[in-house]
Structure formats: C-alpha cells, structure tokens
C-alpha cells in the first residue's frame, strides 16, 4: 500500500520557492518553523528531490528535543526515515541528509546510475532502483509503502513536486504563503516541470483550511480525485 503523500512548501506572494540562483530564502517565521517540525516529527519519512540537496544540503531531522523524546518514547527512531530522489546518484556521500542524526535513509535512482555510486551508498542509505531512465515515482512509493512508511512529508524541490502532482500521487498540501515578492520567470515555484497542457490535466484540490501565522498565510488543501468512468 502506497504511503499517504502530504506536501508542504513555503513560497513567496508570487509563487516561488527561491531565487533564480536557487538560494534558500527565509520565506515564514519561528511559529510555522515549530510547525513544520513537528509535522515532520508525525511523518514515518520526509523526502526530497536531489536538487533540493545540492542546493541547501538539508539534514531534513527533528529539531525540537520533546518531539524527538516522543518519537523515542513510541518505539521510532528521533528521526523520520530521510528519501532522496536522485536518478543519477549525484548525492556527495558528505551530505547531511547521509550524516547527520539517526535513522534509516533511502536514495531512489534510476537503472542510469553509476553502479561504482550506489555501491558506496549502500553503506549508508538503503538504495531502490525505480525506473530505466529516470525515476518511477509510482513504483517508488510502491517500494517505501513495503517498507513501511505510511505517511511521507515531501519538502521540495519544486521538480520533484511537480512530477508527483502529475502522477497523481500527491493527497495534501500545506503551502505557506509568505509576504514577500521574488520575481523571476527562472526561479522555482511549487510544481515545476514539464507542466501540463490540457485543462483535464490540471490536479483539482479543495481548501480543508486557512490560517495567518505571522505575516502570511497557511493553505491545507486537499487532492480531489478524479472519477473513473464507468465501466460497461
């Protein structure tokens, strides 16, 4: 069984995630920080892209002490499991993500990737080879729903979100909206990619809540899903 896939993103006024240099940008405050770190401290793993990675080197860990004492007092490791996207297994073996604090970590590729790579990687992290070309998100949730993993935290990037809401695989997202403008037709927004073209296309949610913390907004949406047609 598939894990439930929560995305949360923090994005400007106009809709992106960074500049056009890929610099990480305070966009919300401490009081949607505790929040995100709390939900992640609920997610059996967190995961992001290998973009995300290069460009921010996150450890993607707990930071509040009580909630790691708490994962700790149910029997969980203090960190969720941390999944990296990365068809090529471009991830340096220093990355945080590999290094810092306890825990299992994943790193899904592609059949592309340099086999001397995963090699290595397999002493840290435990590989899963999803797709020839690039990465099958469908049979990598496949993968990480045998694993266990129920419910997964998708931090970024705005690729790999994209390619998730395009394959359907996406059932909430929480979006901060902060109040600042960064511009750029080259900076990353929330679902980046190919895109789509058709209308029937388009991913449909409905708004569950939406709540001001601090100068912005939080959005809770949920994915409505599209009806099979009938068969006969």
Not at 94 to 114: H, Y
Not at 188 to 212: H, N
Request: glycine share 10%.
């Amino acid at each position: 069984m598939r894990p439930c896939v929560v995305v949360n993103v923090a994005m400007s006024a106009d809709g992106k995630l960074s500049t056009r240099e890929r610099r990480q940008v305070k966009i919300s405050g401490t009081q949607d920080f505790a929040r995100v770190d709390q939900m992640k401290a609920g997610s059996d793993a967190v995961m992001v892209g290998i973009g995300t990675v290069i460009a921010d080197d996150p450890s993607l860990t707990v930071k509040s002490p009580a909630a790691r004492l708490e994962r700790r007092k149910l029997g969980l490791d203090e960190h969720p499991v941390r999944v990296v996207i990365d068809s090529l297994a471009r991830i340096p073996l220093a990355a945080s993500v590999l290094t810092k604090g306890e825990g299992k970590r994943v790193i899904v590729v592609s059949k592309r990737a340099d086999a001397k790579k995963i090699a290595a990687l397999k002493n840290v992290a435990t590989v899963i080879v999803a797709g020839d070309d690039q990465i099958d998100l469908s049979r990598a949730m496949d993968e990480l729903g045998g694993m266990g993993i129920k419910r997964l935290m998708v931090e970024g990037g705005g690729t790999l979100i994209g390619a998730l809401f395009r394959a359907g695989l996406v059932d909430e997202c929480y979006s901060f909206v902060g109040n600042i403008i960064i511009g750029g037709k080259d900076a990353p927004t929330l679902a980046d990619g190919i895109g789509c073209v058709k209308e029937s296309e388009f991913t449909r949610l409905a708004l569950v809540e939406a709540q001001r913390i601090e100068d912005g907004i939080l959005l809770h949406w949920t994915v409505v899903r599209k009806e099979k047609p009938e068969s006969g």
